[in-house]
């Protein structure tokens, strides 16, 4: 079975984020997604998420960045999310193919059904994009380490920009 690769926007507008109902007759149907679509073949990604947005939503794209990519198998399909973060386009989104679009907070994501390639999706759409640690006691690495296996266990994804610790010396880490 072949792998569809998919180009998906994590599009955000304040402390929103749009979501598109999938159509009822497709594979996954009724489920709520992360607007996007089929990469065609040969096309470079960016070119492929700036088309994809474009037919779906009617909108610009202005800016982004990768944000996570989740390789997931159906028992019927076997697709590879590649997904953005969009923090910046131009237009107001319309379901330009007739699919319902609407704005919710990152919180309210989890009382949406979205199909089982997107869940992952949706834990990397609600981490902050800055995460800051305090060391109350122990050492920071052993913080570090019990952080990153509660994330582990929980199956979430999560990004850092920058980790950084000061010691009660004042030495910076």
């Not at 594979?27 to 679509?37: A, D, L, R, S, Y």
């Not at 386009?89 to 330009?96: D, I, K, L, M, S």
């Amino acid at each position: 079975m072949k792998r569809v690769h998919v180009m998906a926007a994590v599009i955000e507008r304040g402390d929103h984020i749009l979501i598109a109902r999938r159509p009822d007759h497709v594979h996954q149907g009724g489920k709520w997604e992360f607007p996007g679509g089929k990469l065609e073949q040969g096309e470079d990604p960016v070119h492929g998420l700036r088309r994809e947005l474009q037919e779906e939503l009617g909108i610009e794209l202005v800016a982004a960045s990768p944000l996570i990519r989740i390789a997931h198998d159906y028992p019927d399909k076997q697709v590879l999310l590649d997904v953005w973060q969009v923090t910046g386009f131009a237009g107001e989104p319309v379901g330009r193919e007739g699919q319902q679009v609407r704005w919710v907070t990152r919180d309210a994501l989890v009382e949406f059904e979205f199909p089982a390639a997107n869940v992952p999706i949706v834990a990397a759409a609600r981490l902050p994009d800055v995460m800051s640690f305090r060391r109350i006691a122990g050492r920071l690495k052993s913080s570090l380490r019990n952080w990153s296996k509660h994330w582990s266990l929980e199956r979430h994804w999560c990004r850092f920009v920058r980790v950084s610790c000061r010691s009660p010396s004042g030495r910076n880490y």
